[in-house]
């Protein structure tokens, strides 16, 4: 592995960056203990002596470059603090997606709500059992649904007699 820079100053505090130029793991974080508590564990810890509603509290990016060198975020994972009052906190965990060349919210868990496809984008939800491809299947296009069949339709059971479970 090849460090380029690291940083630490009299706080404690690193920054910098870490690479390798091969496709070995550029950081590990290895715990050898024995229990059966977690571990290792990362912390992402926003110690603000104000914190807000809507503070973001981490963020992971995942970022490369498309065919122009372009960078580009493909996946972002971000968690952040709605609501920071004491007794009500409220938080969410969002996971966004590049579809087609635009960046779409795919997953939001919030405190009351989980979304899948927040953007309306042509993003189809599958579900798969251990018997079936499309166990459960949303065809965004369409806003049609089916259970058990890979065609939809406004809301559709099962896809012919052969298909009914008894």
Known sequence: ??????????????????????????????????DANQGPVLNFKRDSSSPADDDILGQLTFTGENDASEAIEFVRIRAGMVDVTDGTEDSRYTITTY?????YGRLNIEA????????STDL????????????????A?????????????????????ADVYG
Not at 5 to 29: F, W
């Open 141 to 161: 296009s369409s806003s049609a649904v089916g259970i058990n069949c890979s065609t939809s339709r406004k809301f559709h059971v099962r896809c012919t007699d």
């Open 112 to 119: 009351g709500e989980t979304v899948f496809n927040e953007n």
């Open 1 to 34: 592995m090849t460090q380029t820079k690291v940083e630490l100053d009299l706080d404690g505090k690193i920054g910098g960056t870490i690479s390798t130029a091969d496709n070995t793991d550029t950081l590990t974080l290895k715990s050898t203990d024995a």
């Open 99 to 103: 579809t087609g060349g635009s960046q």
């Open 124 to 139: 189809d939800f599958r579900v798969e059992s251990d018997s079936q491809t499309h166990a459960i299947f949303l065809e």
